[in-house]
């Protein structure tokens, strides 16, 4: 798996991942003996990325979710701008060929 839409499409996943964990733990985190979860990515050896979930000893710290859910959000725009470049690189090069 190392074409650009399947390495984009990974990331999308892992992102959405990072999201829900973020969601959950604002949802949680009145929630007496709560612990707050983080997501770890990591790089695969084909281009893609992984993400891994863990539970953490901290409670959850409503200003480190808002800033990772923002953080998040510019990923998925620069991963949809790259599936945006593929697809029109794509149509170019058919063009051509045809």
Not at 12 to 23: C, D, F
Not at 42 to 71: C, H, K, Y
Request: net charge negative; hydrophobic share 40%; glycine share 4%.
């Amino acid at each position: 798996m190392n074409d650009v839409s399947s390495i984009a499409q990974s990331s999308l996943n892992a992102l959405t991942t990072k999201l829900e964990v973020s969601a959950n733990n604002i949802a949680n985190s009145a929630t007496e003996g709560f612990r707050s979860s983080q997501v770890n990515l990591a790089a695969r050896q084909d281009g893609g990325v992984d993400a891994t979930v863990a539970t953490t000893d901290e409670q959850v710290n409503i200003s480190r979710e808002a800033v990772e859910m923002l953080s998040t959000v510019n990923g998925f725009k620069a991963n949809l701008q790259v599936l945006k470049a593929d697809k029109e690189m794509t149509k170019s090069l058919l063009d051509i060929i045809s």
